[in-house]
């Protein structure tokens, strides 16, 4: 059986909590609103660019959203990879998997157009069959949809063994929603408490596992 391995970006194959909270913080300040350190960006992100403007925002001006998202997604355009870095270990992981045959695929709730032009300039020698975000096409995350679509471009004729891997509950709850296997990654935005809760609550025990470092990606998919 052929191996299907769909990855999340944010949190799980780069870091890139400063420029997201860069460019909030650009047009919180434009604003004149309270701006965040990058640890509170950790607890906003995972939803999408709009959630994230909106829990950005103080309570009394919640109804500056589109405005602050709009403004967000002109600064981050020209700066999504002033500081965002892959995790160390994850362009060997991406190696190891691809030259084992993995078929890989990116699924996030990050606007499409910049997670296509990170994973480009990140992993220029990575050939996935898809790289997926955020877009008026289809639904966010945990919303299933985005993991048929990653389907859809299979053979119909072949079975394969599905991973969705990611750092958030909404993770893990898109991997409960499409009925497919899951790895968490510790190391991500959320940390392994809220991974395990989210995973008991789904009751996704006996298809879930633990990743601790990008490394043990190969390792639980080769077994």
């Not at 497919?180 to 789904?202: D, H, P, V």
Request: hydrophobic share 35%; charged share 30%.
């Amino acid at each position: 059986m052929k191996k299907l391995a769909i990855f999340d970006l944010d949190g799980t194959i780069a870091d890139t909590i400063c420029d997201l909270g860069d460019a909030v913080n650009y047009g919180l300040e434009k604003l004149e609103c309270p701006t965040h350190d990058y640890e509170a960006y950790k607890q906003m992100v995972g939803n999408g660019a709009k959630k994230l403007c909106f829990r950005a925002l103080p309570e009394d001006k919640k109804d500056k959203a589109e405005e602050l998202y709009l403004m967000f997604k002109e600064y981050y355009s020209h700066h999504y990879l002033d500081k965002t870095k892959l995790y160390d270990g994850m362009k060997e992981t991406m190696e190891k998997l691809q030259n084992n045959g993995v078929i890989l695929a990116v699924a996030t709730n990050k606007p499409e157009d910049a997670a296509r032009e990170i994973i480009a300039k990140l992993l220029p020698d990575i050939d996935f069959l898809c790289v997926l975000g955020g877009s008026d096409k289809r639904p966010l995350k945990p919303d299933p949809a985005v993991i048929s679509e990653v389907f859809s471009l299979l053979p119909n004729d072949e079975e394969f063994c599905v991973e969705m891997i990611g750092d958030s509950n909404v993770d893990v709850m898109t991997a409960c929603n499409a009925d497919i296997g899951f790895i968490g990654c510790t190391w991500g935005f959320r940390g392994r408490e809220e991974l395990e809760a989210c995973i008991r609550e789904c009751k996704r025990g006996d298809s879930s596992f633990i990743a601790e470092k990008p490394s043990d990606i190969a390792d639980i998919i080769s077994e």
